[in-house]
């Protein structure tokens, strides 16, 4: 993070399900349009975004994946959502469950505190 940074990175936790469509294709098909159809317009278009993708069809039949994005500030997450909405992410390949986005520990940087979080030992 610079050093000049004011505001946290912004993360999203993205509930997305499968679409038939998707399913429909075998996983080197899913692979290559992934690459070829979603990618190239996220680096096209948007900088300062990292992503991680989480299985989660073996727990819930609502959500099937969750995709969380770290964007360095609400411009840069704009550009993300701009983005995958111009691809057939965007409800052809998945259907957009839910978005909650959410700093991480905003309460102790409104209330000038500490993080109250664990930490692996």
Same mark, same amino acid.
């Given at each position: 993070?610079?050093?000049?940074?004011?505001?946290?990175?912004?993360?999203?936790?993205?509930?997305?399900?499968?679409?038939?469509?998707?399913?429909?294709?075998?996983?080197?098909?899913?692979?290559?349009?992934?690459?070829?159809?979603?990618?190239?317009?996220?680096?096209? /278009?948007?900088?300062? %975004?990292?992503?991680?993708?989480?299985?989660? !069809?073996?727990?819930? #039949? $609502?959500?099937?994946?969750?995709?969380?994005?770290?964007?360095?500030?609400?411009?840069?997450?704009?550009?993300?959502?701009?983005?995958?909405?111009?691809?057939?992410?965007?409800? /052809?390949?998945?259907? %957009?469950?839910?978005?909650?986005?959410?700093? !991480?520990?905003?309460? #102790? $940087?409104?209330?000038?505190?500490?993080?109250?979080?664990?930490?692996?030992?």
């Amino acid at each position: 993070m610079p050093a000049d940074r004011t505001e946290p990175p912004v993360t999203a936790f993205m509930l997305v399900k499968t679409t038939p469509e998707w399913l429909a294709m075998t996983v080197a098909e899913r692979v290559q349009a992934f690459t070829t159809n979603v990618l190239p317009v996220i680096r096209a /278009r948007t900088h300062r %975004v990292r992503s991680r993708f989480y299985d989660t !069809e073996f727990y819930s #039949a $609502r959500v099937t994946d969750i995709w969380v994005w770290e964007a360095d500030d609400h411009d840069a997450y704009r550009l993300l959502i701009d983005a995958l909405r111009e691809t057939p992410f965007w409800d /052809r390949y998945f259907e %957009v469950v839910d978005l909650v986005v959410g700093i !991480e520990n905003g309460y #102790a $940087r409104t209330y000038g505190l500490k993080p109250l979080a664990t930490l692996a030992t």
